[in-house]
């Protein structure tokens, strides 16, 4: 077995949101390869139960829970028997996991722009970075990119999209430019891509959350009813790849078998395919650059039935375009999008913000609020704040 550094030993794993959609199903992948990797580190917000079972399962050395629960994890810990597992606030903990000397690899399975400070704490500290967390980039940026090449870090893509990308371009990333055309990103287009838009006023949570091929978090699953999600992949792939703004597309692909392709200068266009499982693109990163079993059933061919693809809708997803908008504003735009999109959908799923008014929240904030470019973890940090205010002021005025 091989870890990055090809000493034979075995990768040790900090698992970041372990509770989550990703966090679990990596677990899964990890446990299918004991010879391979050790699970050293597990996080989570609040699910103090879910931790504790998993700390049973996987006996990592460090468990990182948000601070209020610290008590109740050694206690419910204490209660399974388990010990030798050392609890750190979420505060300082995620960093001092995500750093330590004793982790390799870091999963980044937070959501939302709370993953900021680890992944760039992992990123300059030279981890092998396998990236899901896709806000923490939207909202970094290029000071993200540039701290992964200051660190030298190894930044694998986790999203299912930039994992068939990656497969998908050529290994030279110096001759990418050149050869390139431009990148496809494939989008389910969500439980309402045939909904009458006129009707997306009512639409409650629970709908918004029930994706027709994946199940994800809830505010993931939000993103991807808006089409948000597939803005911000498009600042995602962005930064990820390199390519110009306008050498990204999306298209619509319902099934989500094609998770992504590449079209090269002769129009000769090369895809990813599988099962819509996410431990695909999570073995990929996990065993970069080999190959290792996920668990995924495989494609069955014969029971396929049709791929199809079609355009998106301006009318029904309008929030797609704000990528592109932001791309070309001022450094530091992406992170304002990202904070008033993370707004909207938290107060959509407390029930304070009409679905159809997650759009409104994100144009209105982004046209009230002009970012200073950042230069510093700092300068994000405030940004972001300074963003979810004027976000949550337009919630409010939303809802009058
Ligand atoms: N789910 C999927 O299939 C895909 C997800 N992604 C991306 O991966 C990331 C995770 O998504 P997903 O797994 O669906 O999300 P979930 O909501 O299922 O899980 C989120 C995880 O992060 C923890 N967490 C939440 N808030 C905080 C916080 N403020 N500080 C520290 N930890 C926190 C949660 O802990 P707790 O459980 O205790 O609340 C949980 O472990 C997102 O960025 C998403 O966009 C990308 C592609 C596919
Ligand atoms: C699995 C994954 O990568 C998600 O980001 C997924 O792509 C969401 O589906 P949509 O294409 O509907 O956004
Ligand atoms: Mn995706």
């Known amino acids: 077995m091989q870890d990055k550094t090809g000493s034979g030993r075995r990768q040790r794993v900090a698992v970041l949101g372990a509770t989550g959609s990703i966090g679990e199903q990596t677990l899964d992948v990890v446990a299918r390869h004991p010879q391979r990797f050790e699970v050293v580190a597990l996080s989570a917000a609040r699910q ?34 388990v010990a030798g597992v050392q609890v750190l606030p979420a505060s300082t903990g995620l960093v001092d996991v995500a750093t330590a000397p004793e982790v390799d690899t870091v999963m980044a399975a937070i959501v939302g722009a709370a993953g900021l400070g680890p992944c760039l704490a992992a990123a300059r500290a030279g981890k092998r970075l396998l990236l899901a967390n896709k806000e923490a980039l939207v909202v970094g940026g290029e000071f993200f990119i540039s701290a992964v090449r200051a660190g030298g870090a190894q930044l694998l893509p986790i999203d ?18 050149e050869r390139v055309d431009k990148i496809v990103l494939t989008a389910s287009g969500g439980p309402f891509r045939q909904r009458d838009p006129a009707t997306l006023g009512e639409v409650t949570p629970e709908q918004a959350c029930a994706h027709p091929n994946w199940v994800m978090g809830r505010k993931i699953s939000v993103d991807s009813a808006t089409m948000m999600n597939k803005a911000l992949e498009v600042i ?18 319902p099934q989500s078998v094609v998770h992504s392709m590449v079209q090269y200068r002769d129009r000769s266009v090369v895809a990813q395919l599988g099962t819509p499982d996410m431990r695909v693109p999570i073995a990929y990163g996990l065993g970069w650059p080999q190959r290792i079993e996920s668990g995924a059933e495989a494609l069955d061919w014969t029971r396929l039935g049709a791929l199809t693809f079609e355009a998106p ?9 704000l990528a592109w908008e932001a ?64 976000a949550w002021q337009q919630v409010r005025r939303a809802a009058q």
């Not at 879910?50 to 990182?64: G, I």
């Not at 299912?160 to 430019?177: G, M, N």
């Open 160 to 177: 299912s999209e930039h994992s068939a990308i990656f497969q998908a371009l050529p290994e030279d990333p110096s001759t990418w430019d």
């Open 313 to 321: 809708g301006p009318q029904r997803f309008p929030g797609l375009w």
């Open 327 to 390: 791309l070309q504003a001022p450094p530091g735009t992406t992170a304002v999008l990202n904070a008033a999109n993370e707004v909207a959908v938290d107060a959509f799923l407390q029930g304070r913000l009409r679905f159809d008014h997650i759009h409104r929240v994100n144009r209105a904030t982004l046209e009230a609020y002009t970012p200073t470019p950042p230069a510093s973890l700092d300068d994000l940090l405030a940004l972001d704040r300074e963003a979810r205010a004027v």
């Open 48 to 81: 103090v139960q879910r931790l504790a079972q998993q700390c049973a399962q996987h006996r990592p050395r460090w468990a990182v829970i948000g601070d209020d629960h610290v008590d109740a994890l050694r206690t419910a810990l204490a209660a399974l028997g």
């Open 236 to 253: 995602e792939a962005r930064y990820l790849f390199g390519f110009a703004p306008e050498r990204i597309e999306v298209v619509i692909h």
